[in-house]
């Protein structure tokens, strides 16, 4: 067999065998950035294929958890043959011991979950309403319980910062996120190989930001500086760690299958579709509700997940029904594109559940597949 035929037959194993597991196994250690990789990897392994954790490690199950719960993975581990398994566990065995600080760190963090209490920071009742609404506006909390969002309410502490002050540094790491209740606030962007920072955004009272770098571990991507007296509020990342990214997780749990069917998604790498489920509004609408109003602004993308629907356009007094949508189908998004009014009026069938992506996250993370969206403007025309 020659080169060329042994790199297509790898390529094909890889896809048959390995794609479905390596590629969501990477996209949530990207997304959660574990502190024990190997750690997570293995854990992630056995949950997602039911598998029991060990009480004890032997030969077998190593070859198992790298092999990732697939009988024929096994088999091939296992004729490798004991002098090469024997030369695979001295190369690991340095590794064994370095990472085994990190994981009994992990162990304990998990054993502490159940032990964590969320502090509560006394607030008048009118505050705590003001405070859990601004929080709602956030696609990160907006899928919380009335109860976990009131434990959030009262886990946050009131910062004041004057004129000109520094909140959030770009780059630093990220350990809160922030509710703006007064003032104004100016973001800057230092661009790399540039030496000025360039503004970026301003926000005004009511505005949430930090969220998104808390769940994804990342850096500030921006500096933040008040532009006049500010008040705001702050959670801190443990509570949010223990109380709002486990019902992210599940969030992604519920969803991932459904948006990894719609069509059009079909070529969206699998931690993009993790981040466009993370920024979802899950938003219900009974029979007989208007999901879009022709010539609105655009302001949501919607996926159809339960439900029927239908668009219809209003010419000349005339109402005509030009498209009808099942589970898996989806609508508003000519009007975010092209920064134009809906073009028809979407109404409910049936009880429907949507999930919405208002037009900054569909702009920005559906660009791959802009194409896409754009050969069905043939379609749209067909129907006029």
């Known amino acids: 067999m020659d080169l060329d035929a042994i790199e297509k037959e790898n390529q094909k194993y890889m896809t048959e065998k390995l794609k479905g597991i390596i590629e969501p196994m990477v996209a949530q250690i990207l997304l959660q950035r574990p502190k024990s990789v190997r750690s997570f990897m293995l854990e992630w392994l056995r949950q997602t294929y039911n598998r029991p954790a060990p ?19 096994v088999e091939q581990e296992e004729a490798k043959g004991e002098d090469a398994a024997e030369a695979e566990n001295k190369e690991e065995a340095p590794a064994e011991e370095v990472p085994a600080e990190e994981e009994n760190k992990d162990e304990k963090a998990e054993g502490s979950e159940e032990q964590f209490q969320a502090k509560v920071v006394p607030k008048a009742e009118e505050q705590r309403e003001q405070l859990a609404q601004k929080l709602r506006t956030s696609c990160i909390f907006d899928s919380l319980s009335p109860e976990d969002l009131g434990a959030v309410v009262d886990a946050m502490e009131e910062r ?18 922030y509710v703006l209740q007064s003032g104004a606030l100016s973001f800057t962007q230092l661009i790399e190989k540039e030496d000025d920072s360039k503004h970026v955004k301003s926000y005004q009272a ?36 223990h109380i709002v990214k486990p019902v992210i997780i599940k969030k992604r749990e519920k969803y991932e299958d459904f948006v990894k069917g719609v069509q059009v998604f079909a070529t969206v790498d699998p931690y993009e579709i993790i981040k466009v489920i993370d920024v979802a509004k899950i938003i219900d609408f009974p029979a007989g509700a208007q999901i879009i109003a022709q010539g609105a602004e655009g302001d949501f993308f919607y996926l159809l997940q339960s439900g029927e629907a239908h668009a219809e356009r209003q010419i000349d007094s005339n109402e005509t029904r030009v498209r ?4 898996g189908g989806y609508f508003g998004e000519l009007a975010l594109m092209n920064d134009v009014p809906r073009a028809a009026s979407v109404f409910a069938d049936t009880d429907c559940t949507c999930l919405a992506l208002d037009k900054h996250h569909f702009l920005r993370l559906l660009n791959p597949i802009e194409e896409v969206f754009k050969q069905n403007m043939i379609y749209y025309e067909q129907d006029a």
Do not use: M
Not at 56 to 69: I, L, P, T
Not at 324 to 327: S, T, V
């Open 55 to 73: 009480s004890k490690r032997d030969a077998s199950e190593v070859s198992e958890d790298k092999a990732g719960g697939h009988p024929e993975a």
């Open 160 to 177: 004041k910062f004057p004129k000109d002050e520094t909140i959030v540094r770009q780059g630093d790491e990220a350990d809160a996120v």
């Open 206 to 241: 009511g505005a949430v930001f930090g969220d998104l770098d808390l769940l994804y571990n990342g850096p500030r991507p921006a500096t933040v500086v008040a532009s006049e007296d500010c008040v705001l509020w702050a959670l801190d990342q443990p509570t949010f760690d």
């Open 324 to 327: 009808k949508y099942i589970p």
